[in-house]
């Protein structure tokens, strides 16, 4: 094996680190992905039928208000001047999200303005002390008030736990974001976009260069293969971004997480919602949201008699399921203790990104403590011999 570098996975977490080390450092890295495409979660395909892209593990949008990450990320990728809109379809009607003053005028019939609509929600919310509150529910109504909380969010919860949010932990909910205004952007961010040609385009210029090699469908822990954990780790310093119970053996127990299945479905219309994304927040609809993909990308010339739809459905994961968020309970938290104690003793392996840490990371998120791992890490093994945990 010809390589200064193993980074296993090539999300954009993996795939950053190997590009800085490739170019800053001048170092050979080989990347390897267990999958048989590049990119992890970021990945998105044409649909054959349509050519409408889709995003195979759920919708993708980017945003991010930090100006190193910006910078880094345009070098690969010009962005749409797409924004990001949300709707919710509650009880026969369809309203904005985040909840913001047209939500909340339309939802009790009235024209409030600012100070009104904050007084109402105050006192509503009044109902229950906040620092009393030990469950989601609660919680969410000493925020918001019942009425809101039982449209937009009781419904929504239930289906995405799997459970009645008055047994989810409060500390399942810090803030509900509630807008007195007619902003109805979803992200708060300075910048937002999405990838002009294609995530995966994106992600295949992040790799392109000549010290980067990388090899799809190699599993780390598969013994028979040359870049596997026995063959490389001691010898080759590595960046891994599985999951961490996984590089241990699983040794403090697994983690916990939901999973998403997706329905896609071509449907024979020109459109069929409207809007990007519709989330459904009664409890007797299956399914959380759908998506429409050809909303993403307005400016392209997509088919005018057809459409993507995908329909998204949460629910708690097992073995097998592909692990989307961390479900993070008191006893979660306890193994990662255990697991980051493990890892920091793990000579030669730097673990990051959302399954090697166990947290859920937006991309610009994992873009950015890519770009850190390389500074505060990798360029000081590689060019001053420091030890590399
Ligand atoms: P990622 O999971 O992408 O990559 C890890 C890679 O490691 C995978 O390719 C995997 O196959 C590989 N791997 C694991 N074990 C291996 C092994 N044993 N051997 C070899 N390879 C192995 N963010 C955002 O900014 N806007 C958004 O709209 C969304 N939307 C969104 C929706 C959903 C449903 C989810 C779950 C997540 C998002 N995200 C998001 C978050 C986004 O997906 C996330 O930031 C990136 O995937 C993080 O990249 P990583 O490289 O950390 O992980």
Redesign the pocket.
């Known amino acids: 094996m010809n390589a200064d570098l193993v980074v296993?996975?090539?999300?954009?977490?993996?795939?950053t680190v190997a590009r800085r080390c490739a170019e800053d450092l001048g170092l050979k890295v080989l990347v390897?992905?267990?999958?048989d495409h590049i990119?992890?979660?970021?990945y998105s395909e044409a649909e054959p039928e349509t050519g409408i892209e889709v995003h195979r593990?759920?919708?993708?949008?980017?945003?991010t208000s930090n100006e190193r990450v910006w910078q880094h990320v345009n070098r690969f990728t010009k962005f749409t001047p797409y924004v990001h809109r949300v709707f919710s379809t509650y009880s026969g009607g369809v309203y904005s999200m985040p909840v913001n003053l047209h939500t909340i005028n339309q939802y009790f019939g009235k024209a409030l303005g600012p100070d009104a609509a904050r007084a109402l929600v105050a006192e509503q919310a009044g109902e229950i002390d906040t620092a009393a509150a030990d469950n989601f529910e609660d919680k969410a109504i000493s925020l918001i008030g019942r009425p809101l909380y039982e449209a937009f969010f009781k419904g929504y919860t239930a289906k995405q736990w799997q459970t009645d949010p008055r047994n989810l932990p409060g500390a399942t909910v810090t803030r509900l974001p509630v807008r007195y205004s007619y902003d109805n952007r979803y992200f708060n961010d300075t910048y937002e976009g999405l990838p002009v040609d294609g995530y995966t385009a994106w992600l295949e210029r992040l790799a392109d260069h000549e010290n980067i090699e990388v090899r799809l469908g190699?599993?780390?822990?598969d013994a028979s293969q040359e870049v596997s954990k026995g063959n490389v780790t001691g010898n080759v310093p590595v960046v891994y971004?599985?999951?961490v119970d996984?590089y241990f053996g699983d040794a403090e127990g697994q983690l916990s997480w939901r999973t998403?299945d997706f329905e896609q479905e071509v449907l024979p219309v020109g459109d069929f919602q409207g809007a990007p994304v519709m989330n459904y927040a009664d409890e007797d609809v299956p399914y959380t949201r759908i998506h429409e993909f050809r909303h993403f990308h307005p400016e392209r010339d997509y088919p005018k008699d057809k459409t993507v739809i995908m329909r998204e459905f949460s629910r708690f994961a097992v073995a097998g399921d592909e692990p989307?968020?961390p479900v993070n309970t008191p006893e979660d938290r306890q193994k990662l203790l255990a697991y980051r104690d493990l890892a920091s003793r793990e000579q030669g392996v730097l673990f990051?990104?959302?399954?090697?840490t166990y947290k859920?990371?937006?991309?610009?998120?994992?873009i950015g403590a890519a770009l850190s791992m390389v500074d505060n890490k990798l360029v000081p093994h590689f060019k001053d011999g420091a030890a590399l945990v």
């Open positions: 296993v996975g090539s999300g954009f977490f993996g795939l390897i992905d267990r999958r990119g992890g979660n970021a593990y759920g919708a993708h949008l980017f945003h190699t599993d780390f822990f971004t599985g999951p996984t998403l989307y968020y990051g990104g959302r399954l090697g859920y990371l937006d991309m610009h998120m994992a």
